[in-house]
């Protein structure tokens, strides 16, 4: 990869999905979210045709982004670990509820002396 291939002068965030940012995601890999924060601008326009290829790289960059081929390099790997990351709705499970009787009052466990 040369200097040229996504070149871009701003740090990528995603604030919606990360607000903590990619490292303490625990979604990324060290090197994904390297990745992802430097060259997110630039993938993220050519992936939306906001931007022309100007290097082979991401020419190929741009099919893969397009399901055209198959991700081979770390740049389009982890830019498609992103994408389905941010598009595949989680599901997170909390505990810590407490359970209140049926008056509405205070938790049935503990008793108030």
Same mark, same amino acid.
């Given at each position: 990869?040369?200097?040229?291939?996504? %070149? /871009?002068?701003?740090?990528?965030?995603?604030?919606?999905?990360?607000?903590y940012? !990619?490292?303490?995601?625990?979604?990324y890999?060290?090197?994904?979210a390297?990745? +992802? $924060?430097?060259?997110?601008?630039? +993938?993220?326009? +050519?992936?939306?045709?906001?931007?022309?290829? %100007?290097?082979? %790289? $991401?020419?190929?960059?741009?099919?893969v982004?397009?399901?055209?081929?198959e991700?081979?390099?770390?740049i389009?790997?982890?830019w498609?670990?992103?994408?389905?990351?941010?598009?595949?709705?989680?599901?997170?499970?909390?505990?810590? %509820?407490? /359970?209140?009787?049926a008056?509405?009052g205070?938790?049935?466990? !503990?008793d108030?002396?």
């Open positions: 990869m040369s200097q040229t291939d996504f %070149a /871009s002068n701003k740090i990528f965030y995603d604030n919606k999905h990360y607000p940012g !990619f490292h303490r995601s625990g979604i890999s060290r090197r994904e390297e990745i +992802l $924060e430097r060259h997110g601008f630039a +993938l993220k326009d +050519l992936a939306s045709g906001m931007r022309a290829p %100007a290097t082979p %790289a $991401e020419e190929q960059f741009v099919k982004a397009k399901g055209e081929a991700p081979t390099t770390e389009e790997k982890a498609m670990k992103y994408q389905r990351a941010v598009s595949t709705r989680r599901v997170v499970y909390t505990a810590g %509820a407490t /359970s209140m009787d008056e509405g205070d938790s049935v466990d !503990f108030a002396d």
